[in-house]
């Protein structure tokens, strides 16, 4: 056996069906952006870039040396989703032809540029960033708006779900805010994943997707995960009951077990605040995490699944085993985000 590693295994496959899903529920008008911050959520930002570009209109980001780095792979558009804090970082914006977001007054130096493609963010009730309405018609006569070609953007606080009534209070704004507006020079984005699957309608000129990409969204079935996060079994051993294991002797044998180690923890991203009994796939069985998670294992009850041995793969998590965030009341967000540096990444599909 070579070195073990924790590794993630990319499905380049799944992330291309999902974006071709996702654009199926839209008007064919829709330009689609394919969100990429944070390492396109753990995926891989240029590998991503590269193998997608055929079927997206742009991509969006948040640091500017990603958004630099997306574009040696596109001539698409690309947002960056944090705006400009200076002017060096704009003339950068301009040469390599990125659009960038104004969300606040210290930002409004960008619109004085003619060159420029901006989006402005107004806030319709997240609360986090983006110009109150007031605001935005201050500063729109201030700026001169009228003649100026731009994309209005507002950000969604409860997309994934359809019933709460933030999401037609925030709606229902934005669509005020636009119609007051000179419509000629007008673009507006306000559709996350949540939208594009519970709202189509409110769709309009750009949709934004990130988690949708990835397949991590709850409760629908044609979005598929993208990544298998697994490693090695580097030990088994049999307890008697009574036998303590891990940190804290967390967890107490109530009978004579057979159980595994698995040659991840921590400090490659696996949460250290999963529970005793959080299925993880051990030989096509399932099996459940027995014991504390330490930083660099973790311990597995295979009483019941056969014939296992040192070398064995543990699935943590992929496309069939999705409950790890549930049932941690953490978000696949998080657990993608959170994979660390020394994971070995393997990209399927290529
Ligand atoms: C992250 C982000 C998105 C993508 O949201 P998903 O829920 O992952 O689809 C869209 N817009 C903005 C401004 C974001 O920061």
Not at 10 to 19: K, M, S, V
Not at 77 to 103: F, R, S
Not at 188 to 200: D, E, H, R, V, W
Not at 235 to 253: F, P, S
Request: with cysteine; aromatic share 8%.
């Amino acid at each position: 056996m070579r070195e073990p590693s924790a590794e993630v295994i990319i499905n380049i496959d799944n992330i291309r069906n999902n974006i071709i899903y996702l654009k199926s529920l839209l008007n064919p008008n829709t330009n689609f952006m394919a969100i990429l911050k944070a390492n396109a959520y753990g995926h891989g930002l240029n590998k991503i870039a590269k193998e997608i570009d055929d079927i997206v209109d742009g991509y969006g980001l948040v640091r500017l040396e990603e958004a630099l780095s997306v574009r040696e792979y596109t001539s698409k558009k690309i947002l960056l989703m944090q705006g400009i804090y200076n002017t060096d970082d704009l003339d950068i914006a301009l040469e390599k032809n990125l659009d960038v977001v104004v969300h606040n007054r210290n930002q409004l130096f960008v619109l004085d540029s003619n060159n420029i493609n901006f989006w402005i963010k107004i806030n319709t009730g997240m609360n986090r960033l983006g110009f109150n309405p007031k605001e935005f018609d201050l500063i729109y006569k201030e700026k001169n708006l009228d003649n100026k070609k731009f994309i209005l953007m507002s950000h969604l606080a409860c997309s994934d779900n359809r019933m709460d009534k933030l999401n037609n209070k925030q709606f229902r704004l934005f669509n005020k805010i636009a119609d007051s507006i000179n419509s000629n020079f007008l673009q507006k984005s306000i559709a996350n994943t949540g939208c594009i699957l519970n709202f189509p309608e409110e769709c309009h000129h750009w949709v934004r997707s990130g988690i949708g990409l990835y397949g991590g969204v709850v409760g629908n079935n044609e979005l598929v995960p993208a990544m298998t996060f697994r490693s090695r079994i580097i030990e088994i051993r049999h307890i008697m009951k009574n036998d303590r294991v891990g940190y804290n002797g967390r967890v107490i044998a109530k009978k004579d077990m057979k159980i595994a180690i698995v040659y991840a923890g921590y400090a490659d991203g696996f949460p250290q605040s999963t529970k005793d009994k959080t299925t993880v796939i051990v030989n096509e069985y399932k099996a459940e995490i027995f014991g504390q998670i330490s930083m660099d294992l973790i311990s597995v009850d295979i009483t019941n699944v056969p014939n296992c041995k040192i070398g064995d793969w543990c699935t943590l998590w992929d496309e069939s085993n999705t409950n790890i965030a549930k049932d941690n009341n953490l978000i696949s967000y998080e657990l993608m985000t959170r994979i660390t540096p020394r994971v070995k990444v393997i990209y399927k599909n290529l």
